[in-house]
Every structure is written in C-alpha cells, then in structure tokens.
C-alpha cells in the first residue's frame, strides 16, 4: 500500500499529466484533489493525444477514478470529458465527491467580470468560474454536487442566490438574467446524470489504502499557484500543495507516502504576475516553440524563463517533496546559453527565498551560468537509463537535486511515454 501526491513545483503547466499518466500504471486509484477545469493535463499514447482538465489523468489508463472534495466542478466539463474518452474507447471507473462544489454559470460570468475590474491586480484567470465558486464555497452559499441530487434543497438555495448573484452582477454593469426554472432544470439533470457515480470520497480512498492498494493523489496547477504559498493574488483559488491532497480527498496526512514534485527543466507562466527571471527576444522564441508553450486550456502563449532554484526549494519544502521528476529536458537541448537563478538581490540586498509580496516582481535574479548542451540522443538515452546520463546533462540534474535537497527520480524528455528516463518508481 502507497499514497503518492504529485504536485508542481512551479507555476502550473510542469508536465504532471505525462508524470501521473507513467507513475498510474502500477495504482489502483487517481484521486484529483483540488481545482478544477482550469487544469489542462497532456498524455500522450503513440499518436493519441488526450487534453483533460477536470477528469484525473490515469483515467487514460483506465484506472478508477476519483473527483475529490476539494475540487470545483463544472458538470458540463465533467460529462463531456467522460463522454469524449468513452468514444476513444475509455471507460474508467469513476466517482466524484458529494461534497465538491459545483460551477454554476453565475461563477463563470463573474469570474470574466471581476478580472476586468481589477486593473493590475487581475491575475489573468483561465475564467472557467474557478475563484467565484472558491468564494461561495469559503461563504458557506456554494452548491454542492450532493445538491444536485436533492432537488427541493437546490431550488431553495437556487432561490436565495439568484437575486444575491443578480447584483453581484449588476454591480459591475451586467444586466444578465438568471432564470431559476431554468438553471435549476439544468442542474437537477445535471444531477440525475451524475448520481450514480457520487460517493463519499473520504471514505473509498481510505478503504482503497487499507485493502493495501496503491493510490496516487493528482495535483493541478503548481506551488507558486497555490492561495497560501503562491504570489497572491496572482495566483489560483485553492490548495495546489501537498496539504491540499489531505483535505481535499479526506485522507489524513500520516497515509501519505511520498510526495514527487514536477518540475519543467525552464520555467512558464500563463496569466499575469512576477516572473523574475522572464525570457524575451529570441531565446524566449527558442524556448516557445521548442516546448509548445501555449495553454492547453486557454491557448495563451506562455511566458518563459530561465530555471529558478528559490522557488524549486521553497517548493521541495512547503510539500515535503522526497522525489523530484525534471520535465522538457529536451527542450533545452541547442541553445548557445544556459542559466540557473540561484537566488535574488533587491535593493541591494540578497533575498534568498521567493518574497510573498508582489516586491517579487522586482527582485533582480542572480544567476549561475551552465555549459548548455546539444545533439544529445534523447532516445537513446532513454533506452540506457537513468545511471547512464553524464556530462552537462548530469550536471544540471545534480545541481538541481543538490539545491532542493531532492533525489530526481525521473526525467522527461519528449510527450511519449517511452520518452523517459525513470530513476526510481515511487509506487
Ligand atoms: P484561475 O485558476 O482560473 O482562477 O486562474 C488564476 C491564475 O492561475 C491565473 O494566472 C491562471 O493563468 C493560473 N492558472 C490556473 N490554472 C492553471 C494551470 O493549470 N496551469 C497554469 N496556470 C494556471
């Protein structure tokens, strides 16, 4: 029996799809356990490429799986997936939390509204209504999966919301109508099609581990993205980090095994807020194409920049990390420079860890400079393994284990399964 949470170390988009695809293999349970359809987890199969946001990535692999707690979920988003793998020919097994909150339409209007109204403060949200239903839930007047099953409990709490909503709305100059026979017709079916999957979460996952099977907690979006430990409000609504995986699926923090944080060999961010060591010109361009850095849900370009060490250690410790997975390795492969961040000045003054303040944005990055590499045979390095990689290669992944005090115990480098160097498997 294992508990494995995986999490990014960085600001989302670290390669975690690919990561919980490899490491369910050998689990019996993929248990997201925060956010919701904001995340966009790649797998790819051979030629098959599978982009989901909400459904838990190890469902490609046909495994049970499992919508925790501590999710926002937008039923819609959530049918059409399970939909979309069942004419793939996937049809996992899977169950959601009574007590996850549910995206209504309100949440996704007022999530485009308030980051219009926030001028520099507006994080550059994916507008899927995910910090919107965050509020309610934290204002105990969210709507719960379980009410979708009740039908007089949702239309009496559909009853005190709408007009609240209504001028929420109103309050930023919107004049849209929220019907309730209506939002309530489409929610209670909503409901009607989902019951049979509802479950308390807590309870599956704890049977799960006392059976002695293998469990494996998915994380979205990354660590500087989490309300606590990110770079507020530049950051997303829940809890990304590895406490996050306790609370949202009811399993208490001395079941949990191993947490294996992803990191991408360079860093991205989608969406607005500090990013000290920002790439731009041509090796930014490099970077761009080489790592296909759009978003899988929005399709923004990404921002990009050179690796930053204080946050991969501010990472290794607020999650307790015990293995590290380096992502995109390739990608790096034939620039003419390689730097690492090792740390911040501001003012004058050396900042050794990621300030919690937007004074982020103005630290100057300190950087050690690295023999960038080329030509590496990534194919055939996957197929030598883990002890055979040397040289700058090495050097880079050692540095890094080094600085965050963290065993790497894989490396990606391309979307394939096949295109990865496994050091040790948690599971
Ligand atoms: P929200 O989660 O849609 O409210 O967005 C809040 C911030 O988190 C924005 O800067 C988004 O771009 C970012 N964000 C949310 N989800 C992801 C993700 O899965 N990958 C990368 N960034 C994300």
Redesign the pocket.
Known sequence: MTAVVVVGTQ???EGKGKVIDLFSERTNLVVRFQ?GD???HTVVVGDDEFKLHLVPSGSVRGKRVVVGNGCVVNPEVLLGEIGELKSRGIEPEWFISGRAHVIMPYHIRL?GLEEDSKGEMA??????G??PCYQDKVARRGVRVADLLDPDALREKLKYLLPLKTRELELYGSDCSLDLDVIFERYREFGERIADHVVEVSVLVNESLDRGENVLMEG???TH?DIDHGVYP????SNTTSGGACTGSGVGVTRIDEVIGVAKAYLSR????PLPTELEGETADFLVERGNEY?T?TGRRRRVGWQDVPMLRYSASVNGMTGLVVTSLDVLDGLDELQVCTHYRLDGEEVPHVPPTREWGRCEPVYEEFEPWSGVDWEGAAELGYDELDGEVRRYLSYLSEETGVEVIGVSVGPERRQTIINRDPF
Not at 123 to 128: D, I, M, P
């Open positions: 600001l989302g988009d956010g904001n995340a966009g999530d994080a550059g949200t994916t507008k899927r995910i910090g979205a979006q990354g993205l530049f950051n997303t609504s989608v969406g607005t807020g978003g849900t």
